[in-house]
């Protein structure tokens, strides 16, 4: 009876060398109790705070999922004319800067019936939009107002401007003009220009800047006296909205410049934020470089600018301060910030090898991956 007891103590934790399949279940059983049964505060430290992962990372993507794929319901607190209850439907909507973008925005606002204020240092196409908006809206308010955005730093720049609003009742301010016009965009000097980087600083930095800090005191006051809200839209790029076709060299003060111009005018935006939340809602909008107004290049990556806009003016139904606007451009843009830098620098120098004019063409060396260029 001993002999028998001892055995099957023995054959309970350890496996028979003629019973494997009897004794790894019990193997397998018992090394789990002894986890159970130990405390392990490490092991508990490690489950919660990967579970405080998992249930961010789920949170924002309902989040997400929400604001780009659930459609908005009419409600008593929201109803369907949200940007009109919000803000005052007749007011006004200054626009700086009639690019691709500005002018999607301003068709946005410009369905809801909110008159326009477009302001842009083009004349020609200032009055081609002037015209199609009249044509399109004919029962809003148009005004147009014409200014150099290469002389904002000077004096009275501003003056100037707010001169022309001074008896307007302006609710929201859209800023198109830090790194999403590509007609400034192309003077971006390739070598150490100065004058030119001056004005390419001057005209996309200065004109939202200085306008955002003269109209932030009077969206305060049209709050204190009729509570009705007011908005600061900005738009900055976070990579140039047209692609370059120069193979010999990154020009990287060219994109230093553009990066630097962007940021200010992301921190600016959400420096202000902070004291002006009562009063008004702040959208920092970062456009991807896949918006064309070529429909025939229409697809999932590739979308126009009037989808774009409407698709980044829902944001404000739900409390956004910084979006992507488009559904796959945030996607993009998490997956950038997810990676290296350093990473980016390789695939954007493979890919410029393998755009060579001569063509590309691998070769393997000892083992490692070289790139010569070849004619065919």
Not at 58 to 68: G, P, T, V
Not at 175 to 199: I, L, M, Q, Y
């Amino acid at each position: 009876m001993i002999l028998s007891s001892q055995f099957s103590s023995r054959t309970s934790y350890y496996p028979s060398t003629y019973g494997l399949k009897e004794g790894l279940p019990v193997v397998s059983s018992s090394l789990s109790s002894m986890l159970l049964q130990r405390d392990l505060p490490g092991l508990r430290v490690f489950a919660t705070i990967g579970g405080i992962i998992v249930a961010r990372f789920a949170y924002r993507l309902a989040k997400y999922a929400r604001r780009h794929f659930v459609p908005e319901m009419p409600t008593i607190r929201r109803p369907i004319d949200f940007l009109e209850t919000r803000y005052g439907s007749g007011s006004w909507v200054l626009v700086m800067g009639m690019n691709q973008l500005g002018c999607a925005f301003a068709h946005q606002f410009a369905k809801r019936n909110f008159s326009l204020v477009l302001v842009d240092d083009d004349r020609k196409r200032l009055d081609q939009h002037l015209q199609r908006f009249q044509k399109e809206y004919p029962l809003i308010l148009i005004k147009t107002i014409i200014t150099n955005f290469e002389l904002a730093a000077t004096e009275g720049w501003v003056d100037s401007i707010l001169k022309d609003l001074s008896k307007l009742s302006i609710s929201v301010l859209v800023n198109a003009t830090a790194g999403v016009d590509s007609k400034h965009d192309e003077k971006f000097p390739s070598s150490g220009d100065s004058e030119e980087t001056r004005k390419s600083v001057v005209a996309q930095v200065f004109p939202s800047m200085l306008l955002t800090q003269a109209m932030l005191p009077r969206l305060k006051e049209r709050y204190n006296k009729l509570q009705i809200r007011g908005a600061i839209i900005t738009l900055t790029a976070t990579t140039p909205l047209r692609s370059s076709n120069d193979t010999k060299s990154p020009s990287w003060l060219s994109y230093a410049l553009y990066q630097s111009m962007c940021r200010f005018s992301t921190t600016f935006a959400k420096t202000l934020s902070v004291d002006a939340t009562e009063a008004i809602d702040f959208l920092i909008i970062h456009p991807g470089p896949n918006i064309s107004c070529d429909r025939e290049t229409k697809s999932m990556f590739a979308i126009t600018p009037q989808e774009f806009a409407t698709a980044s003016i829902q944001q404000l139904r739900y409390g956004v301060q910084e979006t992507s606007g488009w559904w796959d451009h945030e996607l993009q843009q998490w997956f950038m910030e997810s990676i290296s830098l350093e990473c980016l620098h390789y695939a954007w120098m493979w890919r410029k090898r393998q755009n060579h004019p001569t063509g590309g063409v691998d070769t393997r060396k000892k083992g490692k991956l070289k790139y010569s260029c070849r004619k065919h």
